[in-house]
């Protein structure tokens, strides 16, 4: 490999720039670039942008979406962190779905994946059986469950009492709900098992036998082998998940509506919300009840920044974290 | 690293972006209000906002065709499936919505306060509209701090439904006029499976379940919720003790964790398996739509109504109830107010109308004359609420611009009092006064 030296680079990089700087070609090509890029920068602007800082300018405001919004400087954030007497309960709520949900998800999916990568008879017909449950949509999968947990004549408490258990009241206990939750999330994690077992399947056979060659054993191949080519996918699978998690909203709205035997049309979730005792209820149905049913689009605003930074915040240290773990993305 | 000079463009471009946004949404529109006199012909389109759906749409789109047979040169648009934030985002994005019909009188205080319903006293005044006609708790919820934004369209009343087989099997033929006879029976005609747990109920009264609400409760002990000044008097109003006293202490009777179980397997609240419907529970507290479900999905159950029971120091209050109904206003943006106003006195002034919808809605109709309309045709049991309606004792719940959102505050902490969570009855009002309180004060400018 040639050596250049940093006088030389320093020489280099000066001249493209220049170069960059001075060609009509260069120009031109660069506003080619822009103009395919302007679809996707104009919908950044206008569904990423213009949102975000209506949500901070209203964050600052009383807004009942009707009236002009009023300054009320940081009324709403003081609010928020001191007198608010569910967002409590809403944010404790939200990130133990972060803390697990996610995990046991991520989990059972990458095992999943282990074994229908390993299958060798009808792996086809075990890998559409396992994803099939992810087309489900929400709502509908959501109520098939409420109703299958349902504690007086649900099939799961029947088949549990054959064996002598007294099964919980799953979705109407405040300790049961989210959990029973959680299985609704293992159930459907057909989404990200499809792409760790892509992932696993795509993991070149000659790093295995290079490693057996090397004399390591199966847990040594794992960690060695099989995580590092796993981690961009688990990264994803993270990053991903745990947004869902705290914008997690359908699922256990419609639990609770469902569970508390209001399940009705054109109504809203208000008189259901969070059952049972406020347990499902999420940060982002508090925040749609304070914007939608109490009018407090300010607040709900104030609400919606907070979420935001709280996202970017474990965006930034699950990045970190992961670089860490990998040597090569380690500066 | 983001330079200076890049962070002061960022700020620059935020506050270009923010006073931009101020101006978007700042605008009100002048409001010309009504001309001199009522038009002698009406002729154009105007526009109905509504949130029926199939069936019940059906039923209002037969009064709308009564009402452009009646005004032959006006075509109404009719949106139906239109729930309250549909129409709250319909009327904030300036779409011209001529008149809206909300099923929640929970949005008066916000859409009066906030204009987002244009104000109707100089419709109502020059036009002779009569509000006498109206019950008084009807005018209450109607309009918010003096402004009349709204009239109200069909109303719905609450009750006590008791199915006369279970009661005559337990050798009852009256049913309950207060709470302390409504426990005692209901007690009676509760039966119990071989392993302890729970088989029928004579009444539920876990909060929370089905109609259960503070606000449906309220009334037979003649609670209050806020006072003139909209400040929540909650823990003032030693009803609402009377009322979680009595609740609390007869769920305990029960068990809270037998009773909870019990309803955790009962069928949807709107569903056929409802459990008054399937004879789960004996006696329910329930609105005047029941009727029509009954009517609809068990029409061989053997049941009557009657005002729910008060509560035993407040005998006097028999025969209230609470109440609640749609309402009717003419959105902001309205083109043409005229003919909005034209077509919204008519649904809810004209008794042929008001009759008509109330037949096909099975609601309770709001006017003192479509009240005693021979022309009503609803089931005997439906007298009951016709009564609850006219009733002095009759109560609301109070608009406010944070919606239902105290009433929610209250009902939360109900759920925790009944569940056992709460040591100081008292203290634990007065913090919901607070916590209602402090967010109504988030509605209010510097």
């Known amino acids: ?331 | 690293m983001i330079t200076t000079k890049r962070l002061v463009a960022i700020a620059a471009i935020a506050s270009a972006a923010a006073l931009t946004l101020a101006g978007c949404s700042g605008s009100t529109g002048a409001d010309s209000g009504p001309i001199g006199a009522a038009p002698t012909k009406l002729e154009g389109t105007v526009s109905l906002w509504h949130f029926f759906s199939d069936r019940e749409a059906a039923v209002i789109q037969s009064v709308v065709d009564d009402f452009e047979k009646a005004n032959p040169g006006v075509k109404v648009e009719v949106h139906s499936g239109q729930d309250d934030t549909k129409l709250t985002t319909a009327i904030a994005s300036g779409k011209p919505v001529d008149v809206g019909i909300s099923y929640s009188t929970d949005i008066v205080g916000s859409f009066c306060s906030s204009g987002a319903f244009a104000d109707l006293t100089p419709y109502i005044k020059r036009d002779g509209v009569d509000l006498a006609q109206y019950p008084q708790v009807v005018r209450s919820y109607t309009e918010y701090k003096g402004t009349r934004c709204t009239l109200p369209m069909l109303a719905d009343a609450y009750g006590l439904y008791y199915n006369k087989d279970l009661l005559s099997q337990f050798g009852y033929t009256e049913p309950p006029k207060t709470l302390s006879e409504l426990e005692t029976m209901a007690e009676k005609m509760t039966t119990l499976n071989a392993d302890g747990s729970i088989k029928t109920l004579g009444f539920n009264p876990l909060m929370g379940w089905a109609e259960n609400a503070a606000a449906h409760y309220g009334p037979s002990a003649g609670a209050e919720w806020l006072n003139a000044k909209g400040e929540a008097v909650i823990s003032q109003s030693p009803g609402w003790t009377e009322l979680m006293q009595w609740q609390k202490a007869f769920v305990d009777k029960i068990g809270y964790d037998k009773l909870n179980k019990f309803t955790s397997g009962l069928g949807q609240e709107f569903s056929a398996d409802n459990a008054f419907q399937t004879g789960q529970v004996a006696m329910n507290l329930d609105g005047e739509w029941r009727t029509a479900f009954i009517k609809d999905q068990k029409p061989d159950l053997n049941y009557d109504t009657a005002p729910f029971p008060t509560a035993d120091s407040h005998t006097d209050l028999y025969g209230g109830g609470y109440l609640t109904g749609n309402i009717a206003g003419i959105g902001k943006g309205s083109k043409n107010k005229e003919l909005a106003w034209a077509l919204l006195k008519y649904l809810t002034t004209d008794t042929h109308a008001i009759v008509k919808l109330a037949n096909g809605l099975g609601n309770v109709p709001t006017t003192k004359d479509a009240l005693s309309s021979p022309d009503l045709k609803l089931p005997a049991q439906f007298g009951t609420f016709l009564k609850v309606m006219a009733d002095d004792h009759s109560m609301t719940t109070p608009p406010s611009p944070v919606g239902a959102g105290y009433q929610q505050t209250f009902n939360d902490f109900w759920n925790k009092w009944q569940s056992g969570q709460v040591s100081n009855l008292q203290a634990g009002l007065k913090t919901v006064d607070k916590q209602i309180d402090d967010a109504i004060a988030l509605t209010k400018g510097p």
């Open chain 1, 1 to 331: 490999m040639a050596v250049t030296t940093a006088p030389e680079r320093a020489a280099q990089v000066a001249a493209r720039s220049a170069h960059r700087r001075s060609t009509p070609a260069t120009r031109r090509r660069t506003l080619v670039a822009l103009a395919f890029c302007a679809p996707m920068l104009l919908g950044l602007a206008i569904f990423f942008v213009y949102p975000l800082i209506a949500s901070v300018y209203y964050s600052f405001t009383s807004y009942n979406l009707v009236s002009p919004p009023v300054f009320i400087g940081l009324r709403n954030y003081i609010y928020l962190f001191t007198q608010d007497p569910l967002i409590g309960t809403a944010a404790f709520n939200t990130l133990w779905f972060v803390v697990f949900l996610v995990p046991i998800r991520i989990l059972t999916a990458i095992g999943v994946a282990g074994l229908l990568a390993r299958a060798r008879v009808a792996s086809g017909f075990w890998r559409t059986v396992f994803y099939l449950p992810a087309l489900v949509p929400p709502v509908a999968a959501t109520v098939a469950f409420v109703f299958l947990f349902n504690p007086g004549v649900g099939p799961v408490n029947q088949i549990l009492a054959m064996f002598g258990i007294q099964g919980p009241l799953w979705f109407n206990d405040p300790a049961w709900s989210k959990p029973s939750l959680v299985i609704l999330g293992v159930w459907v994690m057909g989404d990200i098992m499809i792409i760790f077992l892509a992932a696993l399947l795509d993991v070149p056979t000659e790093q295995y036998e290079a490693a057996s060659l090397d004399g390591a054993n199966g847990l040594q191949k794992l960690r060695y082998v099989t995580f590092p080519n796993l981690t961009p996918v688990l990264l994803f699978a993270l990053i991903t998940g745990i947004i869902a998690a705290l914008q997690y909203f359908t699922e256990a709205s419609v639990a609770s509506t469902v569970a508390s035997g209001k399940a009705s049309v054109g109504e809203g979730i208000g008189g259901s919300m969070g059952y049972p005792d406020n347990s499902l209820l999420t940060y982002t149905q508090w925040l749609y009840e304070r914007g939608f049913n109490n009018f407090q689009l300010g607040y709900a605003s104030a609400l919606a920044v907070v979420l935001f930074l709280v996202a970017s915040f474990f965006l930034v240290i699950l990045l970190r974290r992961v670089n860490a773990f990998n040597p090569e993305g380690a500066k």
